[in-house]
């Protein structure tokens, strides 16, 4: 399954709808959950959710609050692996 952050935003939701489109399993992760969405907390290690994940799209709306004390990543993809995914 495919978590992409941002759900909330234009550039993950638009994302989320074609993969959903396509019928890619796939779930958002947002700061202000949705129903079916995740809050993966990158910021505390212990918080995210990654149960099923196998790959994981950080969207990032840019030069927000929380980008200003490290660069932006902008959306790419991230394979997990089985232990991480898992532990």
Do not use: K, W
């Not at 290690?45 to 969207?59: E, F, I, Y």
Request: aromatic share 4%; charged share 15%; hydrophobic share 35%.
């Amino acid at each position: 399954m495919i978590m992409v952050t941002g759900a909330n935003g234009q550039l993950a939701s638009l994302t989320l709808q074609e993969l959903a489109d396509r019928s890619v399993p796939a779930l958002g992760g947002s700061r202000t959950p949705a129903d079916g969405q995740r809050h993966p907390d990158f910021d505390d290690p212990a918080s995210p959710d990654l149960t099923g994940v196998s790959t994981l799209v950080p969207v990032s709306a840019g030069y927000a609050e929380d980008d200003q004390s490290s660069p932006g990543i902008g959306p790419f993809l991230m394979p997990l692996s089985v232990t991480a995914c898992c532990m």
